[in-house]
C-alpha cells in the first residue's frame, strides 16, 4: 500500500494546490490513508468510495486468507471472472459490464494483483491514529454493511454514506447518483 500511496504523494506534490482532497475506491481507500500520512497538512479530508468497511473487524486469519486467495493462485483468469461476478456486483447488473470490469480485472499481472490483495487483507489500521483529518466513505450495502460505531473506535472522524442497492463500482454503475454525493462530501470538507 505504501507504493501506491507513493504515486498518489508524487501527484499531489506536483500540483499547485495546497488544500487537497483524496479520494479512493476500493483498494484505494487504503492507498489515500497512506498517502495522507505522508501529506499531512495538506490533506483536508478523505473520501473512501466502497472501501474501509472492515476497519476494527476481526482480522481474517492465515487460513481463512490462504483459501480466499488459493483460487486466484490456481486460475488466476477464471477466478478473477467469478469474483468479480458474485462479489462485487448485485444480482441486477448489467451482465456486460459485470463482464468488462472482469476483463480489465483478469489482465492483472496475477504476482502483483495478489500481492496488493495479500496487502489489502492484511493492511495495520493502527496507523489511523495519525490521521485527525475527516474521513468519508461512500458505501454500498452490499455484502457487508458498514458499521460506523465499530469503526469510529479506530477513526473518531470517520462518517458514512450509505448507498443502498449499489455495487463495489457505484461510481461507474450509477454516476447520476454517485456524483452528486460525492460532490456534496467534497463540498462539506472544503468548508471552513
Avoid at 477464471?78 to 447488473?93: I, P, R, S, T
Avoid at 454500498?140 to 469510529?152: F, G, Q, V, W
Wanted: hydrophobic share 50%; aromatic share 8%.
Amino acid at each position: 500500500m505504501a507504493n501506491y500511496a507513493a504515486d498518489v504523494v508524487a501527484v499531489v506534490h506536483a500540483i499547485p494546490s495546497r488544500q487537497i482532497v483524496l479520494v479512493g475506491h476500493g483498494m484505494g481507500g487504503i492507498v489515500v490513508l497512506e498517502a495522507a500520512r505522508t501529506l499531512g497538512r495538506a490533506v483536508i479530508g478523505i473520501i473512501a468510495v466502497d472501501s474501509l468497511k472492515s476497519i476494527g473487524a476481526a482480522p481474517m486469519s492465515k487460513a481463512q486468507f490462504d483459501e480466499l486467495v488459493q483460487p486466484f493462485r490456481t486460475d488466476f483468469i477464471g477466478h478473477m471472472h467469478e469474483f468479480v461476478a458474485q462479489y462485487l456486483f448485485g444480482k441486477d447488473a448489467d451482465p456486460a459490464f459485470v463482464r468488462k470490469v472482469a476483463d480489465d480485472m483478469a489482465r492483472a499481472q496475477p504476482q502483483v494483483a495478489i500481492a496488493s490483495l495479500e496487502a489489502l487483507y492484511h493492511y495495520d489500521f493502527a496507523a489511523l491514529h495519525e490521521i485527525h483529518v475527516p474521513i468519508i466513505a461512500i458505501n454500498s450495502d452490499l455484502h457487508m454493511p458498514t458499521d460506523e460505531a465499530r469503526i469510529r473506535k479506530s477513526a473518531p472522524t470517520f462518517r458514512s454514506i450509505a448507498v443502498p442497492g449499489a455495487g463495489h463500482f457505484l461510481m461507474l454503475e450509477n454516476p447520476e447518483r454517485f456524483n452528486p454525493i460525492l460532490l456534496e462530501a467534497i463540498a462539506s470538507l472544503a468548508q471552513p
